[in-house]
């Protein structure tokens, strides 16, 4: 089958090669850059260039800025040198409270982020413009990907790579963002963190009466009934309980095999690569009327 992709086909922005989410980074990549100014997590990891502000109040009152040096300490006065390196900035806060309370009797501290420090990141793979990009130190996996204008058309947008310490931490699905607005896969970056984008190993196509028909990337094991989700579902020109139109590629003739799922048993089918689904749209047609459609010389009703 040939989906029905004419609308898509006739957009400016329309790339018969390309997956759905390919062209988002095209607009304005640096939108999503993080500001100085952006409010600090409690689980951000204090590091090398971090400057902070430091309150003593009660028996002792002043106030001091001091940096985190290479070997991830601060001197303060009255205290001396302290280790922060691997913490948080709330474990920062109650162990410098902590040690305050313990050395200077009846004060207290308080400690809030000044400046964050910027952190060298590498963008490799399949990625639109790969190399080693320096960014802030609240940078995210999105932030990286933005910046960098995202992926090739080989690269997958579905399992990106997030490799600390030579090892993979989590993997990224930008499907996630993109199609559901959640950031649940998206991760704090921090200095030497490697972003891979390997290649698009899976794909599927969907045409005809779904409310975004596209091509869409999927990860092993998804379904149907996925696929379906990632299209939006169907539009309003569907009625009753249509069928749907299959064509999946044969491993052992390697061609082309068209068959129909039923939406009531057929969901949980699991799709292979290359797969495409139709499902045909009743807007427009009577009951004595059929649509041709696809590589025919008089395409119509």
Aim: a negative charge; hydrophobic letters at 35%; proline letters at 4%.
């Amino acid at each position: 089958i040939k989906p029905e992709l004419k609308d898509l086909e006739d957009s400016e922005d329309y790339c018969a090669d390309c997956i759905y989410g390919f062209n988002f980074f095209q607009y304005s990549p640096t939108t999503f850059a993080p500001v100085d100014n952006t409010p600090v997590s409690s689980d951000y990891i204090l590091g090398p260039g971090d400057k902070l502000i430091v309150n003593f109040y009660g028996s002792k009152d002043e106030e001091i800025e001091v940096f985190v040096n290479r070997e991830g300490k601060i001197i303060l006065p009255f205290i001396g040198p302290i280790n922060l390196i691997g913490k948080t900035f709330e474990q920062a806060s109650a162990f410098l409270s902590k040690k305050v309370e313990t050395e200077l009797i009846g004060t207290e501290v308080d400690i809030s982020l000044s400046e964050v420090r910027s952190i060298g990141i590498y963008l490799l793979g399949e990625a639109y413009k790969p190399g080693r990009y320096v960014m802030s130190g609240l940078s995210s996996v999105s932030n990286a990907l933005f910046v960098g204008g995202g992926v090739n058309e080989q690269g997958s947008l579905r399992n990106i790579q997030i490799i600390r310490n030579n090892k993979v931490i989590t993997t990224y699905d930008f499907y996630d963002f993109l199609l559901k607005g959640s950031l649940k896969s998206d991760v704090i970056l921090q200095d030497g963190d490697v972003i891979f984008v390997p290649f698009i190993e899976n794909s599927v196509t969907l045409g005809g009466a779904f409310k975004r028909p596209y091509r869409y990337e999927i990860i092993a094991g998804e379904t149907v009934r996925d696929a379906i989700n990632l299209a939006g579902g169907f539009n309003s020109e569907v009625h009753g309980n249509p069928n749907l139109e299959l064509s999946s590629i044969d491993s052992i003739s390697a061609t082309r095999v068209l068959s129909y799922l039923d939406l009531n048993k057929d969901l949980d089918r699991t799709l292979m690569n290359l797969d495409a689904i139709n499902i045909s749209s009743v807007s427009g047609l009577s009951s004595q009327t059929i649509k041709l459609s696809g590589e025919v010389r008089n395409p119509g009703e």
